[in-house]
């Protein structure tokens, strides 16, 4: 399968973005769908991971009740609706299939990256949020 984020920009803290990632080759029924991001100089970090047909959705902590994952099966398309940004949000932002779990450490939900696994991975799109 092959993804194509898009819907990256600059926005003002507190304001809202919606991200998608559209994919081709295969439909997203099958696969885990995650959302991930990569802050300048930080190691990339889970955001969002959507089991297969959609069936649970699961956040990292620093987002829920801020970013909510919805799905078109029509147009192949996820989606990532971000409300409420703020400053430490800015990061590219990237969608992959089969390359995430949830899981928790500290006491902090997170979504973690799998690897050894042959997960497709968009192109990234910049979110920059200013305060």
């Known amino acids: 399968v092959q993804l194509q984020a898009s819907g990256g920009g600059l926005v003002q803290a507190g304001g809202s973005l919606r991200l998608s990632c559209k994919a081709s080759?295969?439909?997203?029924?099958?696969?885990?769908f995650g959302w991930f991001h990569q802050a300048p100089g930080k190691e990339r970090e889970g955001v969002s991971c959507?089991?297969?047909?959609?069936?649970?959705?699961y956040y990292a902590d620093s987002v829920k009740g801020r970013f909510t994952v919805s799905r078109d099966n029509d147009k192949n398309t996820v989606y990532l609706q971000m409300n409420s940004l703020k400053p430490e949000d800015t990061a590219i932002y990237y969608c992959?299939?089969?390359?995430?779990?949830?899981?928790?450490?500290?006491?902090?939900?997170?979504?973690?990256?799998?690897?050894?696994?042959?997960?497709?991975w968009g192109q990234g799109t910049l979110v920059t949020v200013s305060s």
């Open positions: 992959v299939t089969d390359s995430c779990a949830p899981d928790r450490k500290d006491g902090i939900g997170r979504i973690s990256e799998l690897t050894g696994v042959s997960g497709s």
């Open positions: 080759g295969s439909s997203l029924d099958f696969v885990t």
């Open positions: 959507m089991t297969s047909r959609g069936s649970t959705i």
